[in-house]
């Protein structure tokens, strides 16, 4: 079973906001409020879009690589809360074979530091993070997870809340749970398709859900 991070087990929504208001600060432009932004990234818009919105598509470039830079420091991820239900839900289906957490996290050592300060490492079986860049997107993470399994994902399981995660598990086999509790909403989520589509963390622990797992577990 191969967990995203960002979604289904933490609430980033504030971490994201808080970014994007600070870097269009150092650049003395007007930002959204919290519930506008995050609105629009639930519709699947691009950090490009956002800021075109805002009429300052002239500092995308400087805006990306600001952001690449701050948005995995401590003094942010602080920010970041477990979803609601997450850890009793990690607790429930902690000793299922192969519990992954696979993400695309470039600082792998504030990675490690979250986790122990949010008291769920030890609810994985192993973690895997890269901040590589691919193109299209849903490459990184099936490349992440296929190489983690031969590229054999079948008979296993991911968990996640945006589209390309669905695409990247669907094109190794695997079977696809999508929570739109996340940074993308359930209309985006549909489009790719997933096998379960669930709108919070907590009803992974419902009868319905837990049979799917307990038979492919078989």
């Known amino acids: 079973m191969f967990w995203d991070y960002d979604g289904p087990i933490l609430d980033v929504s504030e971490r994201y906001w808080l ?37 300052s598509s002239d500092i995308v470039t ?17 920010h970041d809360r477990l979803q609601e239900g997450a850890f ?9 074979p192969g519990n992954v957490l696979a993400t695309l996290r470039w600082n792998r050592a504030n990675l490690l530091w979250q986790l122990d300060h949010l008291k769920i490492a030890d609810m994985f079986f192993d973690v895997l993070s890269t901040g590589e860049e691919k193109i299209p997107r849903w490459r990184i993470k099936h490349d992440l997870m296929g190489s983690y399994l031969d590229y054999n ?56 859900v837990i049979g799917v797992l307990d038979g492919l577990d078989r």
Do not use: C
Not at 35 to 54: I, P
Not at 62 to 78: D, H, N, P, T, V
Not at 174 to 191: A, C, D, W, Y
């Open 62 to 78: 400087e805006y990306r690589r600001r952001r690449q830079e701050i948005i995995e420091e401590r003094e942010y991820l602080l």
């Open 88 to 96: 009793e839900v990690l607790k429930a289906l902690r000793e299922r």
């Open 153 to 208: 994902g079948k008979g296993h399981v991911i968990i996640t809340d945006t589209d390309t995660d669905i695409r990247s598990g669907k094109e190794l086999g695997m079977f696809t749970i999508g929570i739109s509790n996340g940074i993308r909403g359930p209309q985006v989520l549909k489009e790719e398709g997933p096998d379960i589509l669930l709108e919070n963390t907590h009803e992974l622990l419902l009868d319905g």
């Open 19 to 55: 970014i994007h208001r600070d870097i269009m600060a150092e650049y003395g432009r007007p930002s959204f409020k919290k519930d506008e932004y995050w609105a629009m990234k639930r519709l699947g818009m691009l950090e490009s879009d956002v800021l075109e919105k805002l009429g």
